[in-house]
């Protein structure tokens, strides 16, 4: 089955932000696992983007635009009904699909909250001014996030983690791209 979905570029742009799962009901909804335990990103933007799977059949070839009319929480995921998806059959199609925003339609954070896409690649200095890292990933831990730090050691690849709160992390700023922090390289 190929499905006759609008061919598009992804925007430069362009974040992954979940996976369809599956279908959800007969009307062709389909059921969402966004990658945030905030899905706004998602009720955000009325133009989604796909790639097909990396595994099992292709029932289209990316990347794709869905024009969303309507995506809503339910349970633990996102359920959604797109324009050019009428039924279920449809819906089934895209299974596995990657879903992609550009990240220019996600909502302004308030002036203390950060998108983790945005915070990957800051580098990481202390309140000396040593280099710490570079921001690799971040960990949700339950009560807090915890930035992955990447620096080399001794010539080898290495990790250390600090906890995104403000009890250590004195300020993001976007200009220099740098985030500063009480922290010492021997934590």
Do not use: C
Request: glycine share 6%.
């Amino acid at each position: 089955m190929t499905l006759e979905l609008e061919a598009a570029e992804l925007p430069a742009d362009a974040i992954e932000v979940g996976r369809i799962l599956d279908a959800w009901g007969i009307k062709g909804w389909f059921k969402v696992q966004p990658y945030s335990a905030s899905a706004e990103a998602l009720f955000s933007s009325k133009r989604w983007f796909l790639l097909p799977s990396e595994r099992g059949a292709k029932t289209f070839t990316g990347p794709v635009q869905l024009s969303i009319k309507e995506a809503k929480e339910h349970s633990d995921s996102v359920v959604a009904m797109a324009h050019d998806v009428p039924d279920r059959d449809t819906a089934e199609a895209l299974r596995g699909a990657r879903i992609f925003v550009a990240r220019s339609s996600f909502p302004t954070p308030d002036s203390d909250e950060y998108y983790w896409v945005d915070l990957i690649g800051l580098d990481v200095v202390n309140r000396e001014d040593l280099h710490l890292g570079t921001v690799q990933e971040l960990l949700s831990t339950g009560p807090q996030t915890v930035l992955v730090i990447a620096y080399e050691q001794d010539g080898k690849p290495a990790e250390r983690m600090i906890p995104f709160v403000s009890a250590y992390v004195d300020n993001v700023a976007w200009a220099p791209r740098r985030i500063r922090v009480d922290w010492q390289p021997d934590f």
